[in-house]
């Protein structure tokens, strides 16, 4: 598969972090949903849209943003999520080297706090 279009696409766009959504949470329209597999990312680049500013954000296949998408879609084919509004959230957490960071990430409708 030859990405070499769709990386200039993205480097167009800024990539979704914490400050683009203020640090809570914010929907987003998917406008584009494309597979990339290079040697350092396996998963799914979208170009979402969030207010007037277009975003990307990366879902690769080792992490559970797919399946969040999926759950909030209601359909595993990418072609079927162009155009659909989707949940991100921030999470505060750790690096690996011990610094403070916060995380987005695709919100999980199946996740339940409080409940086990």
Known sequence: MNV???VQTQEQNPYL????IANKAASGKILEARAVKTPKFNGIFLTVKIGS?????????DRFDIGAVVAQTGSAETDDWIGETIKFVCKKGE?????????VNVLNPKAKKGKK
């Open 17 to 20: 972090d914490a400050k683009a």
């Open 95 to 103: 690096s690996k080297k011990g610094k403070k960071v916060v995380f």
């Open 53 to 61: 500013r277009k975003f990307a954000y990366p879902l690769s296949f």
């Open 4 to 6: 070499q279009g769709f």
